[in-house]
Nanobody, 124 residues
Framework: QVHLVESGGGLVQAGGSLRLSCAAS????????MGWFRQTPGKDREIVAA????????YYAPFVKGRFTISRDNAKNTMYLQMSSLKPEDTAVYHC?????????????????WGQGTQVTVSS
């Protein structure tokens, strides 16, 4: 059974930084493309960033490009999201997710396994 656990969320002032982690178990981590998504009340879940199974290819949503960095450590079965220059509009629950595709996919429906999420709140 796939288990994804996010950590690292919290309250930060605008302009600050946070590093999210996603610890994975129950899957061949180095065979899965991983993604970070976020959701706010009343809105659909949206992709933030994705990283291919080998880590050699990444995708960033336009609204985070240049501010966030996605990475993974396949030896530790862990994915990260370094978030900098945070804005109040980045406030959301951030989820990590896994898809059996080895290459980048950005549609939410392609991701089968999801973590419970970690709250990120950015104050102005």
């Amino acid at each position: 059974q796939v288990h994804l656990v996010e950590s690292g969320g919290g309250l930060v002032q605008a302009g600050g930084s946070l590093r999210l982690s996603c610890a994975a178990s129950g899957l061949s981590f180095n065979s899965y493309t991983m993604g970070w998504f976020r959701q706010t009340p009343g809105k659909d879940r949206e992709i933030v960033a994705a990283i291919a199974s080998s880590g050699d290819s990444t995708y960033y949503a336009p609204f985070v490009k240049g501010r966030f960095t996605i990475s993974r450590d396949n030896a530790k079965n862990t994915m990260y999201l370094q978030m900098s220059s945070l804005k109040p509009e980045d406030t959301a629950v951030y989820h990590c997710a896994a898809t059996g595709w080895s290459t980048i996919v950005i549609r939410t429906s392609a991701y089968r396994d999801w973590g419970q999420g970690t709250q990120v709140t950015v104050s102005s």
